[in-house]
């Protein structure tokens, strides 16, 4: 999904802000409030609340994170999606504004859609393939300062991107668009082109919309709704696209979400029906509780799984973690156990590897403490370099499950023999210090990853290829960079079925036993707690979060 960077696994832990918001944007019900032919109202408020966060970006081709992601799906219009379905079924890519799957040459190199005629923005200008143009113009513009394309290498994918990406032409030149008619020529076949573009990236935009490094906040959509109002750190507004004509739900008039919400009092906000729901889930301590008042999946308290994996990042680029037997000494040291409690009931299952089930290639091995910190082992394995190690600077954001993580992390730290300065920093700008090339930190404890689409390749050569490291937006904010793995890694993309699972499946296992870059510790789960009037649940474990469009307040 979502390059996925991993807050939001974060933000359902440490709390999560409820709404008393809507007394803010109108009232909570609608007055023209209706059954669908599924029995399903439509109408009214959907109040959304988000604990001590706000979405990262709103502009499509520069939200990159879950929540962003999750949002943003309801006012997309891609070529091809998921449905709004539960279970497998939700997890089936199908075309959305194209009329079919594409067409695609004999040497596999060009793809040619061919859009549904009558598509419209909410502005009511038509949707054209020039719309699906202009979004990969964006993804990889320079002007968008570092194009956050450059991480899944779509520079390299299409003809003309390089060019593109160097401000040396102004259109990519693998890229046609004539009327509702959209091609792509590739640079050379690749198996994963259509379920790239399921991300959110790649949703219709006007073909005028601006280049703007800093974001834009309110724009025309084509999907179920567009962003009416947005007041970042206070309100995002959305309402229905009055020109949308499409199957997909929209069930309330407008849905509000506000940000930076204590944990706590969202929680007590949802019980008494002054929220809906928490998008970042609920507080680590209330979910054995929710799960015996309400029970598991049975109206009001759940709990979904995700492609998501949670680990701590060494920098590998500077000392003490250029040394690989510190790394392995870290993966040795940290208590897996005590992270995963810390998270409360129903927070997933403790992993040592980056792939996650249902990623072909996943196969499940332990290279490390699995089942508790091994002291002994860690003081083994990094040996007198321990000692003479610099101070590390651990860094993770000011929130209490945050810090509460760094402190267990630390103390594991100490227990080895390492120097510990811990550096507090705000969730506003914590991405941005650790994904900047030259940045200072040695540790970090809040890491993680959902996936960008159902591949190996977007968790290892997105994460871990060195080759592809830039000066900012860095999804490889370990900093690891082996030429070695790095050519592995560009082979393994090359492969397609039984060859492509076997040779990832080697890599993930090699970068954690070989290299040890970071150190997993959690294939997560999410919870989330409903207020009563909330139906019509249906979850999504691409996005991790239920389909917000979908919810119903009647």
């Known amino acids: 999904m979502r390059r996925k960077q991993y807050l939001s696994l974060f933000m359902l832990v440490l709390g999560v802000a409820l709404l008393v918001a809507a007394t803010t944007v109108g009232a909570a019900t609608s007055a023209t409030q209706k059954a669908s032919k599924s029995g399903i109202k439509k109408g009214g408020t959907l109040k959304l609340n988000e604990n001590a966060e706000d979405f990262d970006f709103v502009d499509p081709q520069l939200a990159y994170r879950t929540d962003d992601w999750s949002m943003l799906y309801t006012t997309a219009m891609q070529l091809v999606s998921f449905p709004e379905k539960t279970g497998a079924a939700g997890s089936q890519l199908y075309p959305q504004a194209a009329t079919s799957f594409p067409t695609v040459s004999k040497d596999g190199k060009t793809y040619t859609f061919h859009i549904r005629p009558g598509l419209r923005f909410s502005d009511g200008s038509p949707v054209t393939a020039a719309a699906f143009q202009r979004s990969w113009e964006r993804i990889l513009s320079p002007k968008m300062g570092s194009p956050l394309g450059v991480n899944l290498d779509l520079q390299d994918t299409i003809v003309g991107g390089t060019a593109f990406l160097a401000g040396k032409a102004a ?18 076949p690749n198996a994963t082109f259509v379920s790239i573009l399921s991300m959110q990236w790649f949703t219709a935009v006007k073909p005028n919309t601006p280049y703007d490094d800093k974001g834009i906040n309110v724009y025309p959509a ?10 970042p750190g206070h309100s995002t507004v959305l309402a229905r696209n009055p020109f949308y004509k499409g199957n997909r739900p929209a069930n309330p008039d407008q849905i509000v979400f ?10 007590l906000q949802v019980k008494a029906g ?39 990042a060494m920098n590998n680029a500077r000392p003490p973690f250029n040394n690989v037997n510190l790394r392995k000494a870290v993966n040795w040291a940290i208590d897996r156990p005590a992270q995963v409690r810390l998270l409360g009931a129903f927070a997933g299952k403790r992993t040592d590897q980056m792939l996650v089930p249902g990623i072909p290639g996943y196969r499940a091995f332990t290279a490390y403490a699995i089942k508790g910190a091994d002291v002994a082992k860690a003081k083994q394995v990094g040996g007198s370099a321990i000692a003479s190690a610099p101070t590390l600077n651990v860094i993770h954001t000011p929130t209490a499950t945050s810090t509460n993580r760094a402190q267990i992390a630390e103390f594991n730290l100490k227990q080895v023999g390492f120097k510990i300065n811990d550096v507090p920093t705000p969730a506003t700008n914590y991405y941005q210090v650790i994904q900047t090339r030259g940045t200072s930190y040695n540790f970090v404890t809040n890491g993680g990853w959902c996936a960008d689409y159902f591949d190996p390749f977007d968790y290892l050569n997105v994460l ?3 080759s592809k490291l830039q000066a900012a937006n860095n ?16 082979h393994a993309a090359s492969l397609s079925g039984a060859a492509r699972a076997k040779a990832y499946q080697k890599l993930d296992q090699e970068l954690m036993v070989k290299y040890a870059p970071v150190v997993p510790y959690l294939i997560s789960t999410n919870r989330y707690f409903t207020a009563s009037r909330v139906k019509n649940w249906i979850y999504s474990s691409y996005f991790g979060s239920p389909y917000f469009n979908a919810l119903a307040v009647g």
């Not at 507080?283 to 598991?296: E, F, H, M, N, R």
């Not at 900093?479 to 890694?489: G, K, V």
């Open 274 to 312: 002054q929220s809906d729901l928490d998008i970042g889930g609920v507080p680590a301590t209330a979910a054995a509780d929710l799960a015996k008042t309400y029970g598991v999946n049975k109206g009001r308290f759940f709990v979904g799984a995700t492609s998501c994996v949670n680990y701590m």
């Open 464 to 466: 871990f290829d060195g």
């Open 258 to 267: 506000t940000p930076n919400v204590d944990i706590d009092q969202s929680l």
């Open 171 to 188: 259109h990519i030149s693998g890229i046609k668009a004539k009327g509702l008619t959209l091609s792509f020529r590739l640079t050379k």
């Open 475 to 490: 999804n490889n904010y370990a900093y690891f960079n082996n030429a070695s793995f790095n050519a592995q890694l560009a």
């Open 222 to 231: 084509a999907g179920p709704y567009y962003i009416k109002a947005r007041n």
